[in-house]
């Protein structure tokens, strides 16, 4: 079964811990997760170091400066518009639209080390991509039974 908590699926866990590394190691969307070791969630219900937007948090870093990156963002339109609704925040074309995470991509991109890890979360075996300057490693496909949509993991090193 699906479970809001991504890092919790035993699958999921067990490719982190495989290339978990020491050094800098960001979570743009944290939610309760304590496995990097600089966090942030829009929602300041949870105990991360920032609640900040994604691309204000990620925009933070110096270039060349984070080791890995975890980056489980909402992984549709809708999925965005909740998370900012249930905020109290403005829903427009900047959240809804695939600029959305495209900006992050590009700022993931630019912070990341060479040879530096990304692990991404979604729909899609997209990842942050080739055009960034990502290769990837290796794709794990949890599947949650039913008709809930899989959870695609991507594991990419900056080249």
């Known amino acids: 079964m699906p ?21 800098i190691v960001i979570d743009p969307f944290a939610n309760k997760n304590k496995i990097a070791n600089i966090t ?9 170091n920032y609640h900040l937007d994604a691309l204000d948090f990620l925009k933070m870093f110096n270039k060349n400066s984070v080791d890995m990156v975890l980056y489980d963002p909402p992984y549709s339109p809708r999925q965005v518009s909740e998370c900012y609704k249930k905020l109290n925040m403005a829903v427009n074309m900047q959240t809804t639209q695939a600029s959305y995470w495209t900006n992050q991509k590009k700022e993931i991109s630019r912070i990341v080390k060479k040879g530096g890890i990304v692990i991404t979360c979604g729909w899609n075996s997209g ?3 080739k055009k960034y300057g990502f290769e990837i490693i290796e794709i794990l496909l949890v599947p949650h ?15």
């Not at 479970?3 to 050094?23: A, C, M, Q, R, V």
């Not at 942030?40 to 991360?48: G, K, V």
């Not at 039974?145 to 080249?159: A, L, P, S």
Request: proline residues 2%; hydrophobic residues 30%; without cysteine.
């Open 40 to 48: 942030n969630d829009l929602d300041t219900q949870y105990d991360t």
């Open 3 to 23: 479970n809001k908590n991504t890092f919790d699926i035993k699958p999921i866990k067990e490719i982190i811990n495989k290339y978990l590394i020491d050094g």
């Open 145 to 159: 039974g039913g008709w809930h949509n899989d959870t695609i993991v991507v594991v990419e090193r900056k080249i």
């Open 127 to 129: 990842g942050i991509g």
